[in-house]
């Protein structure tokens, strides 16, 4: 039996995500209780509703409305809220009945920013920071703190805005993998199997049959094999592209925070001089963005912390 409401406020976090959905417990400070964290996969999920009431159940909370926040990977706008590559929703609407208490919902990119807020110190000063990651998607928000003014977090889809190569190469492949398009949005490309395309093309072009299926057996073999070597430099040209955008856009003249697995995979292609080129660009502004540092964050379960925390700012 867990501990009463008296001394924890009942309060459920989750991440909803392709693979399944992770639920825990909020604990007295704010934070993820230990030991309360549960995934359903998604082969055993019936209903989100259903695998919420379930979860309430094993850790017996006692009847009352309960508090919640659920960082989705999808577009959190309107009641019925998509979740990204699944055949799930979400409905804010359909959680406030059940809970009894409107629920907090965030795109899981902004969960990544909360969560890197919440155990960093604060500068004496306003910062911005772009938070991006490369993983079955791009994901991208853009982190503000103001000593005075607190923490604020916008989440953008700023992965899905156009792609613009660099350099002749990387134009080269863009219009070889995407024929006859014009535009082509930045996840299609910047994502884990943009570089097994990417990888598998550059096969190709040698006249070599790939050896690699997915991308974490490339950016492992990066280091001794060539082709592997090509494609992760390719990715992070691109990503480094997109992500020197970004600062332009939303004035992230403090930091670039990358997250996720596969940005931490490349990200020593990032001190190559093709990379760095292509993140500080050829705008008027290409010495400043050149100078704005990169950082590569990994964190557990970073969407519940994250979460965890939007709703203790709430």
């Excluded at 997915?214 to 691109?238: M, W």
Aim: net charge positive.
């Amino acid at each position: 039996m867990f501990e009463t409401d008296r001394v924890r406020p009942r309060a459920i976090v989750g991440h909803v995500g392709r693979k399944g959905m992770r639920l825990a417990l909020v604990g007295p400070a704010g934070g993820i209780d230990p030991g309360t964290t549960r995934f359903h996969d998604a082969a055993a999920i019936t209903s989100l509703s259903g695998t919420i009431s379930a979860f309430q159940r094993e850790m017996a909370l006692p009847p009352g409305p309960v508090r919640s926040a659920f960082a989705v990977a999808g577009l959190v706008r309107g009641d019925a809220i998509s979740v990204t590559r699944t055949r799930w929703f979400l409905s804010r609407s359909g959680l406030a009945g059940m809970l009894g208490h409107a629920p907090v919902i965030l795109n899981d990119f902004e969960a990544e920013a909360w969560a890197l807020a919440a155990r960093e110190r604060p500068a004496g000063h306003p910062t911005t920071h772009v938070v991006a990651g490369a993983t079955s998607g791009l994901g991208v928000a853009v982190l503000r703190r103001d000593p005075v003014r607190g923490v604020s977090v916008l989440a953008t889809e700023a992965g899905h805005a156009a792609f613009a190569a660099p350099d002749a190469p990387l134009a080269a492949l863009v219009a070889e993998l995407f024929p006859g398009r014009r535009i082509v949005g930045a996840e299609e490309l910047i994502c884990a199997s943009g570089l097994v395309t990417v990888y598998q093309a550059m096969a190709r072009a040698r006249g070599a049959a790939p050896r690699f299926a997915s991308p974490e057996a490339i950016t492992a073999a990066a280091t001794r094999d060539p082709i592997a070597e090509a494609a992760c430099e390719t990715l992070a040209t691109a990503f480094a592209a997109h992500l020197g955008n970004l600062v332009l856009c939303y004035g992230a003249w403090d930091g670039v925070i990358v997250a996720g697995g596969l940005g931490t995979a490349l990200s020593p292609m990032f001190h190559r001089p093709r990379v760095a080129a292509a993140f500080a660009g050829i705008s008027r502004h290409a010495r400043q963005v050149a100078q704005v540092p990169i950082r590569f964050e990994t964190m557990a379960e970073g969407e519940l912390h994250g979460a965890a925390e939007a709703l203790r700012a709430a």
